[in-house]
T-cell receptor, first 115, second 113 residues
Framework: EAGVTQFPSHSVIEKGQTVTLRCDPI?????LYWYRRVMGKEIKFLLH????????ESGMPNNRFLAERTGGTYSTLKVQPAELEDSGVYFC?????????????FGPGTRLLVL | GDSVTQMEGPVTLSEEAFLTINCTYT??????LFWYVQYPGEGLQLLLK?????DKGSNKGFEATYRKETTSFHLEKGSVQVSDSAVYFC????????????FGKGTKLTVNP
């Protein structure tokens, strides 16, 4: 069974540009999560999809971030325009059920550097 | 709000040494508790979990016990190996409602031969 995959693995862009990150969850997992780790800080929750619906987007930092999951399969996270403080590692995770006891399976992350 | 505090690293040990990484949490009720590990160049992997008080999670020789009275979930291993070198994250999911993981800052462990 394939794990969670993320693309690209690395991205270097200039301030003001747009970047789109993609996440493919494990097949059959209705729940998809985005997290990010800014340098030296904790991994922070961004949002949670159940199928194509946003269940919780309380962690999205501002309206420069747009997440979509059309069709309830893969998800994209767009940052437009990117700022220096957006640099970090963006992780995607998926789970079959949405319960506090369910394991979330993580992808390898996308390392974003905004210059 | 909910939070996780884990010991600052980095931690450097010799092979076969005993490992403890402390983790305490702040949350209402009974959160689920997790340890995730990130090996060099890889993503986060679940190491172990415990979902109710006094439960012990274990995997690959690592153990952690859910202690409600001390709000702790310390990670231990009796004899570490070089291959255990990684970053370890303690995390919780709050009881009821949200399924989002709340992470500690991570502890980098280096095991020398």
């Amino acid at each position: 069974e394939a794990g969670v995959t993320q693309f690209p693995s690395h991205s270097v862009i200039e301030k003001g540009q747009t970047v789109t990150l993609r996440c493919d969850p494990i097949s059959g997992h209705d729940n998809l999560y985005w997290y990010r780790r800014v340098m030296g800080k904790e991994i922070k929750f961004l949002l949670h999809f159940v199928k194509e619906s946003k269940q919780d987007e309380s962690g999205m930092p501002n309206n420069r971030f747009l997440a979509e999951r059309t069709g309830g399969t893969y998800s994209t996270l767009k940052v437009q325009p990117a700022e220096l403080e957006d640099s970090g590692v963006y992780f995607c995770a998926s789970s079959q059920e949405a319960s506090g006891q369910e394991t979330q399976y993580f992808g390898p992350g996308t390392r974003l550097l905004v210059l | 709000g909910d939070s996780v505090t884990q010991m600052e690293g980095p931690v450097t040990l010799s092979e076969e040494a005993f490992l403890t990484i402390n983790c305490t949490y702040t949350a209402t009720g009974y959160p689920s508790l997790f340890w995730y590990v990130q090996y060099p160049g890889e993503g986060l992997q679940l190491l172990l979990k415990a979902t109710k008080a006094d439960d012990k999670g274990s995997n690959k020789g690592f153990e952690a016990t859910y202690r409600k009275e001390t709000t702790s979930f310390h990670l231990e291993k009796g004899s570490v190996q070089v291959s255990d070198s990684a970053v370890y994250f303690c995390a919780l999911v709050p009881q009821g409602g949200s399924e989002k993981l709340v992470f500690g800052k991570g502890t980098k462990l280096t095991v020398n031969p």
